[in-house]
C-alpha cells in the first residue's frame, strides 16, 4: 500500500431524508474511495443528520473525497477531524465464551476497560465497550483466547474538542428540507 | 388557487418560461398529459419516436439555446429510457430536467406494473433528484429542480412524481423562479494577482478552453483575454465554438484527435491556462508527460475539478465569465505583451501540420464537412453522432459561435445526435441544423426522423456511409492487426428509401464534384432530408495520439 495513505476521520452535516445515506455511501463505491466505517444519527436537529465517516486515502484522494461530498445538494456541511484536536469512540458488543471457571476472568478485563457485561448465559456472556479504535482492539486481543462467538462494532462517531463545534445553529432549511441560502458547488 | 399536482407541474414550468417539452405518455403520467392538453397554448409538446429520443432533444435544446431543456417520461421502461440521455446532459454538464412519473404512492416498493426506482437508478447521473411524496412539496422540488440544474455547473435534475401526487390537490401561488448563486466568493484581488503574476512571468503561455466557457457565457471575455495574454488557443471537444475557428491564434483541438500545433505547443508552454475545461482523458492522455515545463493555471465553476486529472500550480474558483472579465480589467493596466516570437513559433507549426486528409480516390467524410462550412458560412448548427463522423466534423467545420456545436462529449453516447438536433432545432428554428453522423449511429436511433418529419423540421441529416462501425475499426486496423470483428456492418438498408419512408426527403451523394449541388439541394428543400454519402471504411481520423502515448507524439498519417 501507498505509504502516503493514511485513515481520516469526517464528519458529514447532512439533511435528513430518504436517500442520503445511499447518495453518500454510492459516491464512495463509485469513485472507488476506501470507506474503514461509516456511523449516522440525528443531531440535536431533527432536521439535520450527522455522520461520521472513517475514509482513507492520500491527501490528493482526501481532497477529492471532501470536494465530491461537497458536490451532493444533500450534503450541508463536510469537515476533518484530526486525532489532535478530536475525540473518537465506538461501541462494540462482544459475545465471549464464558463459563463458571473463566467468567470471573472476563469480568476482571472487563472492569479494567471500563466496559460492562449486560447479558449473562451458562456458558457466555455479552460485553459492552465503549473507547476509541485502540482501546477496543486492545480489548478484542484480550477476549480472543476465550473464543469470541461474536461481535459487533457500531463504526467510529467524533466530536471536535473543547468549545468548538460544527456549527448547524445557523442552517436554515424549508419545510421540505431542501436547503435555503446554500450555494452547492455543483457537478 | 386549489390546483392539481399536474396543474401545478405546468404552472412551475411557465414560471420558468418554458414553452416546449419533450415527452412521452403513459400509464403513471395520464394526468400530467391531461393537463398539458388544457395549457397546449402555452406549452408546446413534442412527441418523439422513442423516450432516448425526448431525452437527447431537451439536451439539444438546451446546449442549443442555453436554456433548460425540459423532458417527461412515464414510468418504469418509460423513465428508464431516459437513463442514456440523462446521462449524456450529466457527463456534458448540460441543463436539463427530466420528470417522470410513477405507480401511486400505496403501490411503490410493491414491484407494481411498470414500476422503477429511477431515483436510485439516476442517483449517479443527475446533479440531483426526487421523489415527490406529497403534493405539498411538488411546487418546490420543481422550482428547486430548475435551480440546481441550471446553477453553478449545470447538470440534469430529475423529478419522479408519483401518481396520486399527480391528482392530488394543495394551493398554489405563482412565484418568481428562486435566485441563483454566482459562486463567485473566492474570486479576491489576491486570488488575481497571483494569476496576473503568473501571466506576467509567463514568456510562452497557451489557452486551454472548454465547455464551461460556452455555459458562462464567457467567449467575448476568453477572446479578449488570448489577445491581450498572447497565447495560442486550442479547444476541448466541448469547448469548439467558445473561441472563433478562423481566429489566427486558434490552433485547433488538443488530445487524441487534436492538431500536431496543439499539442507541441501545449507541450511546449511555460504557462498553460485551462479555463472552463476538466482535463479529460481524452485531452490529457500520458498525465505523466501533460505539459512538462508549464505551470498549470486552472479557472473554473467547479471546485472538485480542481486537482482531480492534472496537479494544478494555480487556480481560481468562480464564473468564468467573472474571472475573466475581472482578469482583463487588470491585464489593460499591466506590462503584459504578448510575445511574437513564440506566437510566430506556434504559427509556424500550424503552417507546417495543417489538418488535412488524401485526396483523390472517391469521395472523402473531411470534404463533406469542409463543404458543409463552406456552403453555411459557418453559420450552421451542427450536431453529431460519435466516432469518426464527429471527429471529422469537429476538425474540418470552423465554428464561430458558441452552441453552434452539439456532440456528446463525455458519455460518447451513439444515437446522441438526431434527437439532440431535433432540439436544437425546435430551440433555433431560424438555423440551419445539421447532424453528421455514421451509418452506425444513425441506425440506432433513426426512428427519430418520424419526429423531424412530423414537425416538419428543415434539418440536414448527412450520413457518413463507411458501412462500418467506423472508429472501433480504426483501433482494430491500427492496433489489433485488422482483426475487423463486428465492425463490418455492411447491411443492405436502403437510407434514401428509408428516408422517404418516413416521409423525408433521400439524397445520395458518391462522386466529389456532386457535393456543392447535392448540399444545395439538401439546403434549399422543405423539411427534413437526409444524405447517404457513400465513403470509404478505410479513411481514418487523423492526426492521433496513441493510446498511452504524450500527446505530442501524435500520429498525423498512417
Known amino acids: 500500500m501507498n505509504e502516503n495513505v493514511n485513515r481520516h476521520v469526517l464528519s458529514v452535516l447532512v439533511v435528513n431524508q430518504t436517500g442520503v445515506l445511499s447518495r453518500v455511501a454510492g459516491l464512495f463505491s463509485r469513485r472507488g474511495y476506501s470507506i474503514d466505517s461509516l456511523s449516522v444519527g440525528v443531531t440535536q436537529r431533527e432536521d439535520i443528520s450527522r455522520m461520521t465517516i472513517v475514509a482513507r486515502g492520500d491527501d490528493a484522494t482526501l481532497e477529492q473525497i471532501k470536494k465530491q461530498l461537497d458536490k451532493l ?23 465471549v465464551n464464558a463459563d463458571a471457571e473463566n467468567r470471573s476472568a472476563i469480568s476482571g478485563i472487563v472492569d479494567i476497560f471500563r466496559g460492562g457485561i449486560i447479558d449473562v448465559a451458562p456458558d457466555a456472556v455479552t460485553v459492552e465497550l465503549t473507547g476509541d479504535q485502540s482501546k477496543i482492539e486492545a480489548f478484542v486481543e484480550l477476549m480472543q483466547p476465550y473464543g469470541i462467538q461474536e461481535l459487533v462494532r457500531t463504526g467510529l462517531t467524533a466530536l471536535q474538542r473543547g468549545n468548538r463545534t460544527i456549527g448547524l445553529d445557523d442552517i436554515e432549511l424549508d419545510e421540505n428540507y431542501s436547503e435555503i441560502g446554500r450555494t452547492p458547488h455543483h457537478g | 388557487m386549489q390546483l392539481t399536482g399536474a396543474e401545478i407541474i405546468l404552472e412551475c414550468l411557465k414560471e420558468h418560461g418554458v414553452d416546449t417539452i419533450f415527452g412521452y405518455p403513459g400509464g403513471a403520467v395520464l394526468n400530467i398529459y391531461d393537463a398539458l392538453a388544457k395549457h397546449s397554448d402555452d406549452i408546446r409538446h413534442i412527441l418523439p419516436s422513442h423516450e432516448q429520443g425526448a431525452a437527447h432533444a431537451a439536451d439539444g435544446y438546451a446546449r442549443a439555446t442555453g436554456r433548460v431543456g425540459v423532458c417527461l417520461a412515464t414510468s418504469g421502461p418509460g423513465a428508464t429510457n431516459l437513463v442514456t440521455g440523462i446521462a449524456t446532459a ?65 447538470g440534469p435534475v ?113 504557462l498553460f491556462i485551462a479555463v472552463g475545461a476538466r482535463f479529460s482523458d481524452r485531452v490529457v492522455s500520458n498525465a505523466k508527460r501533460f505539459a512538462p515545463d508549464a505551470k498549470i493555471l486552472h479557472i473554473d465553476i467547479d471546485p472538485a475539478e480542481i486537482n ?16 475573466m472579465q475581472r482578469l482583463n480589467e487588470r491585464l489593460q493596466n499591466s506590462a503584459v ?68 456545436w452539439i456532440s456528446s462529449g463525455g458519455l460518447g453516447t451513439m444515437g446522441f445526435g438526431l434527437g439532440a438536433s431535433i432540439g436544437a432545432q425546435i430551440g433555433r428554428p431560424e438555423k440551419q441544423v445539421f447532424n453528421i453522423a455514421g ?12 419526429t423531424a418529419v412530423e414537425y416538419n423540421l428543415p434539418i440536414i441529416v448527412v450520413i457518413l456511409n463507411n458501412r462500418a462501425l467506423g472508429m472501433v475499426r480504426q483501433w482494430q486496423d491500427l492496433f489489433f492487426d485488422r482483426r475487423f470483428s463486428q465492425t463490418t456492418i455492411d447491411r443492405t438498408t436502403d437510407f434514401v428509401k428509408l428516408a422517404e419512408a418516413y416521409g423525408a426527403t433521400g439524397l445520395s451523394l458518391s462522386r466529389t464534384e456532386d457535393v456543392d449541388d447535392v448540399l444545395m439541394q439538401a439546403m434549399n428543400a422543405d423539411g427534413t432530408v437526409v444524405i447517404d454519402c457513400e465513403v470509404d471504411p478505410n479513411d481514418k481520423v487523423f492526426p492521433m495520439v496513441p493510446p498511452g502515448a504524450a500527446i505530442e507524439d501524435i500520429i498525423t498519417e498512417e
Open chain 1, 73 to 95: 445538494v444533500d450534503v450541508i456541511k463536510v469537515v476533518f477531524l484530526p486525532p489532535e484536536s478530536s475525540v473518537y469512540r465506538e461501541l462494540v458488543l462482544v459475545k
Open chain 2, 308 to 323: 482531480k486529472n492534472i496537479k494544478t500550480h494555480y487556480h481560481i474558483v468562480g464564473d468564468l465569465k467573472y474571472v
Open chain 2, 158 to 270: 430529475l423529478v419522479d412524481v408519483p401518481k396520486d401526487v399527480t391528482v392530488n390537490k394543495t394551493e398554489y401561488r405563482r412565484q418568481e423562479p428562486l435566485p441563483l448563486a454566482e459562486h463567485n466568493e473566492q474570486v479576491t484581488a489576491d486570488s488575481l494577482e497571483g494569476a496576473i503574476e503568473m501571466i506576467t512571468e509567463s514568456r510562452r503561455p497557451f489557452l486551454f478552453s472548454g465547455g464551461g466557457v460556452i455555459c458562462s457565457g464567457a467567449h467575448r471575455d476568453v477572446l479578449e483575454f488570448a489577445e491581450r495574454v498572447g497565447a495560442p488557443v486550442s479547444c476541448s471537444l466541448m469547448g469548439l465554438g467558445g473561441f472563433p475557428g478562423n481566429h489566427g491564434q486558434f490552433c485547433g483541438m488538443i488530445g487524441m484527435h487534436g492538431t500536431k500545433a496543439s499539442n507541441v505547443a501545449a507541450t511546449q508552454c511555460d
Open chain 2, 337 to 404: 505583451e504578448p510575445n511574437q516570437d513564440w506566437l510566430q513559433e506556434i504559427a509556424q507549426l500550424k503552417k507546417a501540420y495543417p489538418l488535412t486528409y488524401p485526396k483523390g480516390n472517391g469521395l472523402k467524410p473531411q470534404y463533406v464537412v469542409e463543404r458543409i462550412y463552406e456552403l453555411t458560412q459557418g453559420n450552421a448548427v451542427i450536431a453529431t453522432e460519435v466516432g469518426q463522423n464527429q471527429i471529422w466534423s469537429a476538425q474540418f467545420y470552423k465554428y464561430q459561435e458558441p452552441r453552434t
Open chain 2, 90 to 154: 450529466y457527463m456534458d454538464s448540460s441543463p436539463v430536467v427530466a420528470f417522470t412519473g410513477n405507480v401511486g404512492g400505496p403501490l411503490l416498493g410493491k414491484d407494481s406494473f411498470q414500476e422503477v426506482d429511477i431515483t436510485g437508478v439516476t442517483m449517479p447521473i443527475t446533479k440531483h433528484n426526487f421523489i415527490v411524496r406529497d403534493v405539498n412539496q411538488l411546487h418546490n422540488v420543481v422550482r428547486r429542480a430548475f435551480q440546481i440544474a441550471r446553477e453553478g455547473r449545470p
Open chain 2, 439 to 450: 451509418d452506425g449511429s444513425f441506425r440506432m436511433n433513426c426512428n427519430e426522423l418520424a
